[in-house]
């Protein structure tokens, strides 16, 4: 022990060290959200909550429909109640407050600590360590999934990828076992996560094929029995009418799979290199053939699908859903950023020395896993969530190394700019920040200037509807779940991809003419109108046509079978009883 205080070497390497910076984490988080406010940040952690509400309240557990949206069909959700539960049991127990606040800093807890078994695994020294449990804030992506209120699944999805990927870099029965359960969890929340799933799978089969121990049929034997499990237990009877949830033909596959996995170590030539690779090959075909016929057009992308106005209006103008050639300039750096971090922090490991002792495969699983999850962000923003949590060991080794040497430079300001560019050039932080004042000048087509010119200044809260007589809202998409959340009332539609023809309903109404939205909103009995002029969403539809129903309700003289309810005169929000 160091006379002069703690010897923090060793105690990094502690599971103290983990709740350290897990605890100062919560502590800064909770302190500042008093500023921030208590209301859930998007639409989907509002729906979270409404789900989790209407649990609470007695509504069945394999019943996730959600009945406040276009009552009394209600609307249809592939939502797993895996998320639901710690909400659900913090908030029976302490608080719906309490419960919002926790949960997402609890998620943060597992994945600190799967961090550490990974750092430890791949021997990293004690300052790689402790940067690695510090850095998180770095990365754009990461402190607005593990804030208080921010309940969606986002969070729980990249939490089970990193605890699989610390467990694919293991080399025993039970990590495969625990990884496939992991993985069954990952994919239960939502069925997103499968194309990594399937890499893990490939990973298990590489490490096969160079002759490691057989942890593939292990893997896909829990990945099957627990997707077996987690659905049923779930979700109950699954619904074979959607595609965007696991279905038995998944099931079906993985269970044939794990099959065909225990049974290739008996088969001949499984003691050379080529055999090993020659029947992995010939079972990923066979499994593949097996799904595309077990899963027939669910074995396509669902959002395929979608009707016209819908990808137009709203699935093609979610940011974080577009590939990273859609994305503004500030984004899709950050996004290679993520990437490029990976690649070299591998390398760094390779040139350092650190393959020694048996690294070298822990190390590349790691990285290749890591590597698959970036791409598949420049593809899908949100799956950079994922990326940038695999990728903080890289930048964690890569900080190490250059960090020290650039705080040993002797003059004030070469020191200074090398420590800036050493944290600088190894997480996306900077570079991402950097890039923003790019954005207006190269728009993305959801902040085109067209859509910014539009947007009222202000923010909206929709408690002050509360206090009119109960009805049903007709109201933008994104509006709907805090409607819900903040008062009684009904509403037509939100953005849930199984209800496509209420909501495609609302998007025809805003975006089209005066006329033809009055005949929409009287199919559907609405009482009331509501729209946020400060919202993005808002913004897009008013730039449909000049004169088209958003702006028609955003102008000084709106049509006049709506009539204005008074409200606050500084608010964007603008609330009309539609007059019969």
Request: hydrophobic residues 55%; aromatic residues 10%; charged residues 15%.
């Amino acid at each position: 022990m160091d006379v002069r205080g703690l010897d923090w070497r060793g105690f990094v390497r502690t599971p103290w060290a983990v709740l350290a910076a897990w605890l100062a984490w919560c502590a800064v988080r909770l302190a500042i959200q008093p500023l921030l406010g208590w209301e859930p940040v998007g639409p989907d952690d509002w729906t979270r909550l409404l789900q989790v509400r209407a649990w609470l309240d007695g509504q069945a557990t394999w019943d996730v429909t959600q009945y406040r949206m276009n009552p009394p069909e209600g609307f249809s959700m592939h939502w797993s109640r895996l998320v639901d539960l710690p909400l659900a049991a913090l908030a029976w127990l302490l608080g719906e407050r309490a419960a919002l606040a926790l949960v997402p800093l609890i998620w943060l807890l597992p994945a600190l600590f799967a961090l550490r078994a990974i750092m430890l695994r791949l021997g990293f020294s004690a300052i790689a360590i402790a940067f690695g449990l510090v850095i998180l804030p770095l990365f754009p992506l990461l402190p607005g999934n593990f804030a208080p209120l921010r309940i969606d699944h986002h969070a729980p999805q990249a939490v089970l990828a990193l605890v699989c990927a610390a467990l694919l870099i293991r080399d025993t029965r039970r990590s495969a076992v625990a990884c496939g359960v992991c993985a069954a969890a990952w994919i239960a929340i939502s069925l997103e996560g499968l194309p990594l799933v399937a890499v893990i799978a490939g990973l298990y089969g590489l490490r096969y094929g160079f002759g490691e121990r057989a942890l593939l049929p292990w893997f896909l034997g829990a990945l099957a029995a627990s997707a077996w499990l987690f659905s049923h237990a779930t979700r109950g009877p699954v619904d074979t009418a959607f595609c965007d949830i696991l279905l038995p033909g998944h099931m079906l596959t993985f269970t044939a799979a794990a099959m065909i996995a225990a049974i290739i170590p008996f088969m001949p030539w499984q003691e050379r290199v080529q055999g090993r690779f020659v029947a992995l090959a010939a079972m990923g075909l066979v499994c593949l053939q097996l799904a595309m016929a077990l899963l027939g057009q669910c074995a396509t992308n669902p959002m395929a699908q979608l009707d016209p106005v819908l990808q137009t209006w709203w699935h093609g103008a979610i940011a974080e859903g577009l590939p990273v050639w859609r994305q503004p300039v500030s984004v899709a750096l950050m996004l290679v950023w993520t990437v490029a971090i990976i690649a070299a922090g591998w390398w760094q490991a390779h040139r350092s020395g650190m393959f020694h002792h048996g690294r070298a495969l822990p190390f590349t699983l790691l990285c290749l896993l890591a590597l698959a999850a970036g791409g598949y962000s420049l593809l899908v923003m949100r799956e950079g969530v994922v990326a940038q949590l695999l990728a903080i060991p890289f930048a964690a080794l890569l900080l190490a190394h250059f960090l020290p040497r650039a705080r040993a430079i002797a003059a004030p300001v070469p020191r200074v700019l090398a420590t800036l560019a050493a944290i600088g050039l190894t997480t996306p932080l900077f570079a991402s920040a950097f890039a923003k004042p790019l954005d207006r000048h190269f728009p993305a087509e959801t902040m085109s200037p067209d859509v910014l010119a539009m947007r009222e200044a202000g923010t909206c809260t929709y408690a002050a509807l509360s206090r009119l007589p109960q009805g049903k809202v007709f109201a933008p998409l994104d509006a709907g779940p805090a409607i819900l959340g903040q008062s009684d009332h009904t509403i037509v539609a939100a953005s849930y991809h199984r209800n496509q023809q209420p909501m495609a309903d609302v998007l025809n109404a805003l975006t089209g003419e005066v006329s033809d939205a009055r005949r929409m909103i009287a199919s559907h009995d609405a009482d009331y109108v509501a729209i946020c002029g400060a919202a993005s969403d808002v913004a897009l539809y008013g730039t449909a046509s000049p004169d088209n129903f958003t702006n028609a309700l955003l102008s000084e003289t709106p049509p006049d079978w709506l009539a204005p309810v008074p409200s606050d005169s500084d608010s964007p929000l603008r609330v009309y009883r539609v007059i019969r």
